[in-house]
Nanobody, 115 residues
Framework: QVRLVESGGGLVQPGESLRLSCAASGIIFSIYTMGWYRQAPGKQRELVARIPSSGYTNYADSVKGRFTTTRDNAKNTVYLQMNSLKDEDTAVYYC?????????WGQGTQVTVSS
């Protein structure tokens, strides 16, 4: 059974940082492309960052230079370091594991940026 569990969300003020984690089980983690998506109220889910098995990363323009995603294949975990958070980063953040047309999703973790 595939399971992705996100953690690390919370309420922060603008300019602060958060680190999200996504722990995976039930998959051969090292071969999966891991992605972070977010969905704000009334908006579509959007890609935030992606890190394939090669380790090469790509980011949405809105988070470039502020967010960094890394993976630890030994721990079956992917991370999203979010710095200089802005109000518009407020959303539910989801972890995705993708491989050859198969996608698995976590339950999401809420990130709220507000003064």
């Amino acid at each position: 059974q595939v399971r992705l569990v996100e953690s690390g969300g919370g309420l922060v003020q603008p300019g602060e940082s958060l680190r999200l984690s996504c722990a995976a089980s039930g998959i051969i983690f090292s071969i999966y492309t891991m992605g972070w998506y977010r969905q704000a109220p009334g908006k579509q889910r959007e890609l935030v960052a992606r890190i394939p098995s090669s380790g090469y990363t790509n980011y949405a323009d809105s988070v470039k230079g502020r967010f960094t995603t890394t993976r630890d294949n030994a721990k079956n975990t992917v991370y999203l370091q979010m710095n200089s958070l802005k109000d518009e980063d407020t959303a539910v953040y989801y972890c995705d594991a993708g491989f050859v047309g198969t996608d698995h999703w976590g339950q999401g973790t809420q990130v709220t940026v507000s003064s």
